[in-house]
């Protein structure tokens, strides 16, 4: 069982919308309520491309299982060496290492990119998440109160930062 992880091609972006999707649809991993087409999945990919952010994916026994991306943390200039990341593995396969290769190739990109933060806001009640940044040196900043709604309740945000 080998383990890849790849810059992603246009080819991996069905692959990257189930996974996306079941995000949406099933955890508070994403504040979407509204699943994706590869439409609007293709544009979300290209404007990254054309802004020079990557986007990876990890492939286990030929099949991609997992996506990892980052884009700019806020729009203003003065934040222009901070971005903000997201990791996602598909539904069956946590617990492989897929999320810290991922995270890995990430940091190493925005270092070698001269970004000075990395930020990741994450679900405050997913525990698991939580706690794989900190393996990786995030640092809680602080939890914004019920800033999402989803699934018919209030949710908290807490905010991790890694200086690069």
Same mark, same amino acid.
């Given at each position: 069982?080998?383990?890849?992880?790849?810059?992603?091609?246009?080819?991996?972006?069905?692959?990257?919308?189930?996974?996306?999707?079941?995000?949406?649809?099933?955890?508070?991993? #994403?504040?979407?309520?509204?699943?994706?087409?590869?439409?609007?999945?293709?544009?979300?990919?290209?404007?990254?491309?054309?802004?020079?952010?990557?986007?990876?994916?990890?492939?286990?026994?030929?099949?991609?299982? !997992?996506?990892?991306?980052?884009?700019?943390?806020?729009?203003?200039?003065?934040?222009?060496?901070?971005?903000?990341?997201?990791?996602? #593995?598909?539904? !069956?396969?946590? !617990?492989?290492?897929? !999320?810290?290769?991922?995270?890995?190739?990430? #940091?190493?990109?925005?270092?070698?990119?001269?970004?000075?933060?990395?930020?990741?806001?994450?679900?405050?009640?997913?525990?698991?998440? #939580?706690?794989?940044?900190?393996?990786?040196?995030?640092?809680?900043?602080?939890?914004?109160?019920?800033?999402?709604?989803?699934?018919?309740?209030?949710?908290?945000?807490?905010?991790?930062?890694?200086?690069?």
């Amino acid at each position: 069982m080998e383990s890849i992880v790849r810059k992603a091609t246009s080819s991996d972006l069905s692959s990257i919308l189930e996974i996306v999707n079941h995000a949406i649809l099933n955890t508070t991993a #994403i504040y979407d309520y509204d699943v994706r087409t590869l439409e609007e999945q293709t544009i979300i990919f290209e404007s990254k491309q054309s802004r020079n952010f990557p986007t990876f994916v990890a492939n286990y026994n030929n099949e991609v299982v !997992g996506f990892g991306t980052y884009d700019s943390f806020r729009t203003k200039i003065g934040y222009r060496f901070t971005v903000e990341h997201s990791v996602y #593995i598909k539904d !069956g396969f946590s !617990g492989k290492g897929l !999320g810290a290769l991922l995270l890995q190739k990430l #940091i190493d990109t925005a270092k070698e990119e001269n970004y000075h933060v990395m930020i990741g806001v994450i679900d405050a009640s997913n525990e698991n998440s #939580i706690c794989f940044h900190e393996r990786f040196g995030f640092q809680s900043m602080g939890i914004l109160k019920e800033v999402g709604f989803k699934f018919d309740r209030w949710l908290d945000a807490n905010l991790m930062q890694l200086k690069l």
